[in-house]
C-alpha cells in the first residue's frame, strides 16, 4: 500500500514562491519517476513537473525557469519549489508515483496524494 502526502499549499501573491512537499510511504519504490499535477475546475489535470531516479527532470513550458522539482531519497520527500508564481499558477496541486518513463502524461501514474491547494492572486 502506497501513501503519498501533499504539504505546503496555501495563498501568496503574484511573484511569491511557495514549497510543496510529496512525502511518500507504504511499499514505495525508489526507481520510479514522481511527479507533480495541477488541476483547475473545468479543465484536464495538468502534467507540471516530473523527477526520475537519477534526478533527471522534465517540466511544463509554463513553468520552466520558475518551477524546481527535487527529491530527497533518503526520506524520501520530493518538492516543488514555485517561484514568481502567477494568478494562472493557482490550482490544487497533487503528487503522484510510480511512473516508469519520466512523462507529463496522468495516466502514466499509478498512485496519487488528495492535493494541496494553491492560491496565487
Known amino acids: 500500500h502506497v501513501q503519498l502526502v501533499e504539504s505546503g499549499g496555501g495563498s501568496v501573491q503574484a511573484g511569491g514562491s511557495l514549497r510543496l512537499s510529496c512525502a511518500a510511504s507504504g511499499r514505495t519504490y525508489i526507481k520510479w519517476c514522481t511527479g507533480w499535477f495541477r488541476e483547475v475546475p473545468g479543465k484536464e489535470r495538468e502534467g507540471i513537473a516530473t523527477i526520475d531516479s537519477g534526478g533527471i527532470t522534465a517540466y511544463a513550458d509554463s513553468v520552466k525557469g520558475r518551477f524546481t522539482i527535487s527529491k530527497d531519497n533518503a526520506k524520501p520527500i520530493v518538492y516543488l519549489q514555485m517561484n514568481n508564481l502567477k494568478p494562472e499558477d493557482s490550482g490544487t496541486y497533487y503528487c503522484?508515483?510510480?511512473?516508469?518513463?519520466?512523462?507529463?502524461?496522468?495516466?502514466?501514474?499509478?498512485?496519487w496524494g488528495r492535493g494541496t491547494q494553491v492560491t496565487v492572486s
Open positions: 503522484a508515483g510510480g511512473a516508469w518513463q519520466l512523462l507529463l502524461r496522468p495516466t502514466a501514474y499509478n498512485y
